[in-house]
T-cell receptor
Framework: NAGVTQTPKFQVLKTGQSMTLQCAQDMNHNSMYWYRQDPGMGLRLIYYSASEGTTDKGEVPNGYNVSRLNKREFSLRLESAAPSQTSVYFC???????????FGPGTRLTVL | KQEVTQIPAALSVPEGENLVLNCSFTDSAIYNLQWFRQDPGKGLTSLLLIQSSQREQTSGRLNASLDKSSGRSTLYIAASQPGDSATYLCAVGRGSTLGRLYFGRGTQLTVWP
């Protein structure tokens, strides 16, 4: 039981490049979330998926797209990376009817 | 928009001290409040969750209280240890269906031997 896994752990991009951050959970949770954490800031919600087949915008969705591929996987895509997207990205999941979110280890992204 | 503030931003104490971390929020219409621990380079681990109808929760040396009407929560750590060194994050939940959380910036705690 690995919990929430994220790949890659680290990534460096040049401005304008695209990439997809992967997240998977093996707890059979319905809800999944993408957050970003900037230095000195709290975590901010980018997108979330309440269940398979649905996605919704959070606080800071601009510049990102998401795909809930199946119940296990929720990916975050940067179509044209910008330096302002340099951050640590966390994926989380939660079982419907419960309140605790389980977080992955994060992806540290640098955009030059 | 819900704003969550944590004070202090950083705290350094000798081992054995009892300490209090503070969290305040602007909108009292919350569903729950959670305290997380974050170790450097790691993800978040849930420590305590208080439902809006509850006043406090305890787990071992940790005790979290909630005063919804005043928009405040405290995390009390008894007999602190070097292993408690981490960043502690407070997060407010707005509803049960979507489970959205609003985070504070955290308190970075260092406990020295």
């Amino acid at each position: 039981n690995a919990g929430v896994t994220q790949t890659p752990k680290f990534q460096v991009l040049k401005t304008g490049q695209s990439m997809t951050l992967q997240c998977a959970q093996d707890m059979n949770h319905n809800s999944m979330y993408w957050y970003r954490q900037d230095p000195g800031m709290g975590l901010r919600l980018i997108y979330y998926s309440a269940s398979e087949g649905t996605t919704d915008k959070g606080e800071v969705p601009n510049g990102y797209n998401v795909s809930r591929l199946n119940k296990r996987e929720f990916s975050l895509r940067l179509e044209s990376a910008a330096p302002s997207q340099t951050s640590v990205y966390f994926c989380a999941s939660r079982e419907r009817g419960t309140d605790t979110q389980y977080f992955g280890p994060g992806t540290r992204l640098t955009v030059l | 928009k819900q704003e969550v503030t944590q004070i202090p931003a950083a705290l350094s104490v000798p081992e054995g001290e009892n300490l209090v971390l503070n969290c305040s929020f602007t909108d009292s219409a919350i569903y729950n409040l959670q305290w997380f621990r974050q170790d450097p380079g790691k993800g978040l681990t849930s420590l305590l969750l208080i439902q809006s109808s509850q006043r406090e929760q305890t787990s071992g040396r940790l005790n979290a209280s909630l005063d919804k009407s005043s928009g405040r929560s405290t995390l009390y750590i008894a007999a602190s240890q070097p292993g408690d060194s981490a960043t502690y994050l407070c997060a407010v939940g707005r509803g049960s269906t979507l489970g959205r959380l609003y985070f504070g910036r955290g308190t970075q705690l260092t406990v020295w031997p």
